[in-house]
C-alpha cells in the first residue's frame, strides 16, 4: 500500500519544513506549499489523501481556501486547519465550512500524526465512527441547560453576553462553561466546536 500523500499550506517556512518533517517522519509522503494561491496553481495535477492548512495566508486566507477546494477536484479531501490564533469563531466557521478538525499551534508532533490519522480513517460518505458515538454519549449526559450555555458559547459568545440572553450571572455561565468542559472531555470551546461540529451537533 502507498503512502498517503498529505498536502500542507503554511506561509511560515520554519513552520512548513518543521510540519513536512513531522509527517514524513511519521512515514507520509507530503507536499508543501508557502501560500493558497501556489496550492491552487497546482491542485489540479495532485492527488492528496489529506490537506492541511494554516489559517492566516497572504491574499487568500485557509477559509478562503477550503471555500474554493471545490475548484480544483479538492472537495472530499478531509482538511485540517491549524492555527496560532485560533478562537472559536473561526473554529466554528472552518468547521462548517467542512474542516475535520482545528489545531491550534503550537502542538506536538504525536497530535499531528493523530489528527492526520483520524481524518485519513474517515470513509468519505459514512458516518464518523466510533469517534461521534462517543461524542454523543457525552453530549446525552448535559443537562438541558448546561446544552442552552453551551449553545451561546461556541457561537463565540462572551459569557456576559450569555449571561444576559439566558437570564444568569456571567459568574454562573463560567461555572457551566467548566462543567461542559469537564463533561465534554474538552480544554476549550474551540475542541468543543469542533467536536460538535464532527457529531452534526453545530448550530449556527
Known sequence: MSASHVIVVDDDP????????????GGHRVTGFASAMAFLAEARDLKASCLITDIRLPKIDGLT??????EVG??????IVISGH???????TAM?????????????PARLLEAV??????????????EVAAIMRRYETLTEREREVMSHLVQGSSSKVAAKSLGLSPRTVDVFRAKILQK??????AALATRLSLAGLLRG
Open 14 to 25: 520554519g513552520v512548513l519544513d518543521s510540519l513536512v518533517s513531522m509527517l514524513t517522519v
Open 184 to 189: 465534554m472531555q474538552v480544554p476549550n470551546l
Open 86 to 92: 485560533a478562537d472559536v469563531p473561526i473554529a466554528v
Open 117 to 130: 490519522s483520524a481524518a485519513l480513517a474517515v470513509p468519505r460518505d459514512e458516518p464518523k465512527s466510533p
Open 96 to 108: 462548517q465550512l467542512g474542516a475535520l478538525t482545528v489545531l491550534e499551534k503550537p502542538f506536538p
Open 74 to 79: 479538492f472537495e472530499h479531501v478531509p482538511v
Open 65 to 70: 481556501l477550503i471555500q474554493r477546494l471545490g
